[in-house]
Nanobody
Framework: QVQLVESGGGLVQPGGSLRLSCAASRSIFNFYAMGWYRQAPGKQREFVAKITTGGNMMYTDSVKGRFTISRDNAKSTVYLQMNSLKPEDTAVYYC???????????WGQGTQVTVSS
């Protein structure tokens, strides 16, 4: 059974930083790229960033230069360091395996990120 447990969200002022963590089952972590996605109120879930097993990273344009994805293979954990946060980054953030550009159908509970003054 796939397990994805996100944590690290919270309320932060514009310009602030947060670091999200996602502990994943080894059955997927060891073999697939891992991605972060987010869903803002009233909007569809969207891709944010992903990192391959070899460490190659990809970001959506709106977060380039502000967010950094990383993975700790020993801990089966993927991280998202978010700097210079903006109100438009407010969303529930989820992680998932990325298989040929598509996430798995099973999702964790997500972690809420709210950027507001």
């Amino acid at each position: 059974q796939v397990q994805l447990v996100e944590s690290g969200g919270g309320l932060v002022q514009p310009g602030g930083s947060l670091r999200l963590s996602c502990a994943a089952s080894r059955s997927i972590f060891n073999f697939y790229a891992m991605g972060w996605y987010r869903q803002a109120p009233g909007k569809q879930r969207e891709f944010v960033a992903k990192i391959t097993t070899g460490g190659n990273m990809m970001y959506t344009d709106s977060v380039k230069g502000r967010f950094t994805i990383s993975r700790d293979n020993a801990k089966s954990t993927v991280y998202l360091q978010m700097n210079s946060l903006k109100p438009e980054d407010t969303a529930v953030y989820y992680c998932n395996a990325d298989i040929s550009g598509r996430p798995l159908s099973s999702w964790g509970q997500g972690t809420q990120v709210t950027v507001s003054s």
